[in-house]
């Protein structure tokens, strides 16, 4: 981050840079999202107040969507490294397989403990990781996702050397997902969570290899930090509105909610 004075320039390697922090802020956002629904669970919500509190914190699971982007990010980098599809897939799937199972087991552990049942069929499909696919089950939804992004990624940095493929593809991804939800019987498809963020991903890519090419590429240029803070409230207060006062459409805002986090 570069400043002069009070003006700010946020270079596209300052989130390489800060990527520890920026996983933080998503760490903290996703975390409140799920207490507010820990919270709200069960509570009918009725006044005005309550009712735009509850659907502001819900915005906060965008915490998932910068995942999903610095994701797409640091993948295109480590690529760049070692085009070497053997290596990338044996090192991510040692950084994710065990956490995932050792998380996994102790949940249904303590499960076991406190109510001596268990579902060994769902225990069973989430250790091969298809249970979100097969019965929509959402827990532990997001390595189940992100793994088939993983497993695509080599083919899709093969295919996509130069910015202008990525657009592309960015572009078409972009298209299907909301053609997706004006499809019968996909109107509220469970999958609308994973699906519709593909394209921050792939997102994550564009601006990781304008970076690349351009070391000095500028994303933000002079903006005071509370600028940007203002701005980020902005938007999810837009987006809070949205929700609230086009809930009653065939197709629901959260139907959409994904994509609208892309600007």
């Given at each position: 981050?570069?400043?002069?004075?009070?003006?700010?320039?946020?270079?596209?390697?300052?989130?390489?840079?800060?990527?520890?922090?920026?996983?933080?802020?998503?760490?903290?956002?996703?975390?409140?999202f799920?207490?507010?629904?820990?919270?709200?669970?069960?509570?009918?919500?009725?006044?005005?107040?309550?009712?735009?509190?509850?659907?502001?914190?819900?915005?906060?699971?965008?915490g998932?969507?910068?995942f999903?982007?610095?994701?797409?990010?640091?993948?295109?980098?480590?690529?760049?490294?070692?085009p070497?599809?053997?290596?990338?897939?044996?090192?991510?799937?040692?950084?994710?397989?065990?956490?995932?199972?050792?998380?996994l087991i102790?949940?249904?552990?303590?499960?076991?403990?406190?109510?001596?049942?268990?579902?060994?069929?769902?225990?069973?499909?989430?250790?091969?990781?298809?249970?979100?696919?097969?019965?929509?089950?959402?827990f532990?939804?997001?390595?189940?996702?992100?793994?088939?992004?993983?497993?695509?990624?080599?083919l899709?940095?093969?295919?996509?050397?130069?910015?202008?493929?990525?657009?592309?593809?960015?572009?078409?991804?972009?298209?299907?997902?909301?053609?997706?939800?004006?499809?019968?019987?996909?109107?509220?498809?469970?999958?609308?969570m994973?699906?519709?963020?593909?394209?921050?991903?792939?997102?994550?890519?564009?601006?990781?290899?304008?970076?690349f090419?351009?070391?000095?590429?500028?994303?933000?240029?002079?903006?005071?930090?509370?600028?940007i803070?203002a701005?980020?409230?902005?938007?999810?207060v837009?987006?809070?509105?949205?929700?609230?006062?086009?809930?009653?459409?065939?197709?629901?805002p959260?139907?959409?909610?994904?994509?609208?986090?892309?600007p």
């Open positions: 981050m570069m400043t002069d004075r009070s003006k700010t320039v946020l270079s596209i390697r300052d989130l390489s840079n800060q990527r520890n922090g920026i996983y933080g802020i998503a760490i903290v956002l996703i975390c409140i799920h207490l507010n629904n820990v919270l709200s669970e069960g509570v009918q919500i009725v006044s005005f107040v309550s009712r735009t509190a509850s659907f502001f914190f819900d915005m906060f699971n965008i998932v969507d910068i999903l982007f610095m994701s797409g990010f640091g993948l295109f980098y480590s690529m760049r490294k070692d070497n599809a053997v290596s990338f897939y044996t090192k991510r799937i040692l950084r994710i397989i065990p956490a995932y199972w050792t998380g102790l949940f249904y552990t303590v499960t076991y403990i406190c109510t001596s049942a268990v579902d060994v069929k769902t225990l069973i499909m989430k250790l091969f990781m298809i249970d979100f696919y097969v019965s929509g089950d959402q532990l939804w997001y390595p189940v996702f992100i793994i088939v992004l993983y497993a695509l990624f080599p899709y940095f093969k295919h996509t050397d130069t910015l202008n493929k990525k657009r592309i593809v960015f572009a078409a991804v972009l298209i299907l997902c909301i053609a997706s939800h004006f499809l019968p019987g996909m109107e509220h498809s469970r999958f609308d994973a699906k519709d963020r593909i394209p921050v991903f792939i997102l994550g890519t564009i601006i990781a290899q304008k970076g090419e351009d070391q000095k590429s500028v994303l933000v240029r002079g903006l005071t930090p509370k600028h803070l701005a980020g409230i902005m938007i999810l837009f987006l809070d509105v949205l929700i609230l006062y086009i809930e009653n459409y065939y197709l629901k959260y139907d959409f909610l994904y994509l609208i986090y892309l």
